[in-house]
């Protein structure tokens, strides 16, 4: 295995646009030299444009694909998106539990671009309660990171940023890395957050346009700078940088958001030549 890519076991729902979720994760992954290994977690139709619906995949199927897999295989990290039900975070939660040392990352997806729900009330709780104590880094934009943060009582949802950072670590993630894509600035601020405080934090060029998949990118580039090795501030500061690449190389193939172009290093020097 001495010159193997480290392997990345991913747990998300498809997307058949390839936009986002599994497919997104599974392009990010190899794009940055890991090998992706997945665990179906839902069924969803969509398109660049938005969700339609989507089917959760059966608890037992979860659990049994992620066994077989991590029986066979020496997982370096492990990925989570949408995870499709308060059965499957349990069943997933069960699993990573007996892996303590492997980094997890975990993108919270709440919504699509567009709106359409993942996640409700129960679904945070479960995650909050099951998943976040096993969380090595935890990938939030600011409207997300808000609504896992609050608590009952809060007056208003404008909280400050550290504040709701600080209260997602005080349940159990050891990182959160929230992302300004949905914050009403001139760029793009990344700030990263332990129990300690603010460790860092990036500004990029805010991109025209509306990306499908973007947060999705994010978090598996996290995942794969893990997985080969880096320490926790290099991991972001790289996984930023190619998820901006991606993003400022992204296109439009339907009708709807672009899309990240995650293999934008293996066009970047063509010249047109075979």
Same mark, same amino acid.
């Given at each position: ?57 059966d ?96 007056? @208003?949802?404008?909280l400050?940023?550290r ?19 949905h914050?009403n ?17 990036? @500004? ?5 346009? @509306?990306?499908?998949g ?61």
């Amino acid at each position: 295995m001495s010159d193997a890519p480290p392997i990345v076991l991913v747990f998300a729902a498809t997307d058949p646009s390839g936009g986002a979720g599994m497919q997104a994760d599974v392009l990010t992954l190899a794009a940055m030299g890991c090998h992706p290994v997945t665990v179906v977690t839902g069924l969803t139709v969509q398109d660049t444009i938005g969700v339609e619906a989507v089917l959760p995949i059966d608890p037992e199927w979860v659990s049994d694909q992620a066994r077989c897999v991590l029986e066979d295989m020496p997982v370096a990290a492990f990925k989570l998106g949408v995870l499709g039900s308060v059965e499957n975070i349990a069943a997933i939660a069960e699993v990573v539990s007996d892996y303590p040392d492997v980094p997890l990352v975990l993108d919270p997806v709440l919504a699509s671009g567009r709106g359409d729900e993942f996640a409700g009330d129960e679904l945070i709780a479960a995650m909050r309660e099951m998943l976040f104590p096993q969380t090595t880094i935890l990938t939030p934009n600011v409207v997300e990171a808000r609504r896992l943060a609050a608590n009952e009582g809060d007056e @208003s949802d404008e909280l400050e940023e550290r504040i709701y950072a600080q209260r997602i670590v005080q349940l159990g993630c050891q990182y959160v890395l929230v992302t300004g894509t949905h914050a009403n600035t001139p760029k793009v601020i990344n700030t990263l957050y332990n129990q300690d405080g603010i460790v860092r934090s990036d @500004s990029w060029e805010r991109l025209a346009g @509306s990306y499908h998949g973007a947060g999705c990118t994010l978090a598996a580039a996290v995942a794969a700078t893990l997985a080969n090795g880096l320490a926790m501030e290099e991991a972001v500061r790289d996984a930023q940088e190619f998820t901006w690449q991606s993003l400022k190389q992204g296109f439009r193939p339907g009708m709807g958001q672009h899309i990240p172009d995650r293999m934008f290093w293996a066009r970047e020097n063509d010249d047109g030549k075979d």
